[in-house]
């Protein structure tokens, strides 16, 4: 099969987080019971009307700040007319006369290196209910209308999956940084529309356009564009390009591929119209200013600080900056005078297997910065050896102990100097024929003596200690 270039766009939907709805006062927070968290607006009571949560206006704001977008001098809402059972009003409110944000672009790590990827435009809209389907009947679940809504459109600059990809995940860690999502994919708070075409690499003009509507998952997501490209490839290559319809389709998680919903020749007509019950308001210079103060360092100035200043490992520091709460636990750390590497491997060795076992977010454990660092001046003073640590470390995370209430006279490292070097001797003694074998060439043998000490003292002598003791009596 030909290689063709392949373009794609992607409209990504992430729900914020915020006390109450975009537009009601009802509870913003995931609930296992259907119609929990719900108020009379959601629903479209007659007589009620939209009230605008601020702190959504902030974060939709915050990113479009992020994203290094042209923002609007006033802040308007839209309706957006068309029919669905999940929209009961029969319209959306969302942003088109002007979004927060337009003409952006953030640059993404990709494959040791950054991708500029440009944005259209950011705007912040309500969530609609979401439809329980079964065998003879539908059901809505109301508790994700008027949810807010933060729909980012990027243009078709992708290439491929694997960049999409990139997108996303960093994306998505940019929004759990900035503190305006949880963007948990197992609560389906992040959707992905992605629009998807081919065309020959020397070609100037983009082909048809397909677009896969409503995808959960990135997994899922990069199935459905690879799956497009391979489709829209073999009719190219079979001459049939002209079957490619500008049409939307939908990803079946079962079988992973894509299948026709509708025809799109024309645009909708959603007949948008500026929301008369919300005034606009200008957004002022200050407003923007106090939302600036607001933004984190964010991944991809960390990644450099790791990278440059600490001098990590691309792996090491690709883990740390994945999660804030690793990445700050991080940062404390070396506050307090740990040193880069060093923590960098406690907590990616040790403290992750942990919480990967307790499922435990890192910011909950016991075992803080502060105690990580006591645990570490222990090795560094000879109290107590590297595996003792380690041992020590799950006895503090797990009893929820201080560190020093694990160190005592039965497992504290042997590090008296005088006791070691007369131990050392009585081996050295003991063991004529390996002396004579050591001097002989056979300096392998150092190991065995090593070993000897740690057997007689059941592995509590500090073992820096005895190599130098050794090393000084072997080589007299």
Sequence with gaps: MKTYKAVIGIEMHCELKSN???????????AELANSNIAPLDMA?????????????????????????????????????????????????????????INGYIEVPFQDKTKKVLIHDIHLEEDSASLEHYFDVSLINYNRSGVPLLELVTEPCFNSAEEVLAFLEYIRTVYQYCDVSEADLKKGQIRCDVNVSIMDNDATELGTKVEVKNINGFGNIVEAINYEIKRQ?????????????????RFDEDTGVTMRMRSKVDAIDYKYFVEPNIPKYKITDDFITSVKKEIPELPLARRAKYLNLYH????????????????????????????????????????????????????????????????????????????????????????????????????????DAKALEEL??????????????????????????????MKETKGKANPILTKEILQKILNK
């Excluded at 109450?20 to 995931?30: H, L």
């Excluded at 050392?424 to 000897?452: C, M, R, W």
Aim: charged residues 25%; contains cysteine; hydrophobic residues 35%.
């Design 20 to 30: 109450s709805k975009v537009f009601s006062g009802a509870e913003n927070s995931f």
């Design 233 to 249: 490839s073999e009719l190219k290559d079979a001459g049939r390009y002209t079957e490619v319809l500008q049409e939307t389709r």
């Design 312 to 415: 990590l490992n691309e792996v090491d520091t690709s883990i740390l900056i994945k999660d804030k709460s690793l990445s700050d636990y991080f940062d404390e750390c070396i506050k307090l005078g740990i040193d880069a590497k060093v923590a960098a491997n406690w907590i990616i060795s040790s403290i992750m297997g942990y919480l990967n076992k307790t499922e435990k977010n890192i910011s909950e454990i016991y075992l803080t910065p502060k105690r990580l660092k006591d645990l570490l001046e222990n090795i560094q003073k000879g109290t107590i050896s590297g595996k003792q640590a380690k041992e020590i470390l799950m006895k503090v995370l797990e009893e929820e102990k201080e560190v020093t209430a694990f160190i005592n006279e039965d497992n504290a490292q042997m590090s």
């Design 45 to 101: 009571f007659p007589g009620t009307l939209p009230r605008l949560n601020l702190k959504s206006v902030r974060d939709a704001l915050k990113m479009a700040l992020v994203l290094n977008c042209e923002i609007p001098k006033y802040m308007y809402f839209d309706r957006k007319n068309y029919y669905y059972p999940d929209l009961p009003k029969g319209f959306q409110i969302t942003q088109n006369t002007e979004p927060v944000g």
């Design 424 to 453: 050392i001797t009585n081996i050295i003694n003991n063991n004529p024929n390996q002396v004579e074998a050591y001097h002989s060439g056979k300096t392998n043998l150092f190991d065995f003596f090593v070993g000897q000490v």
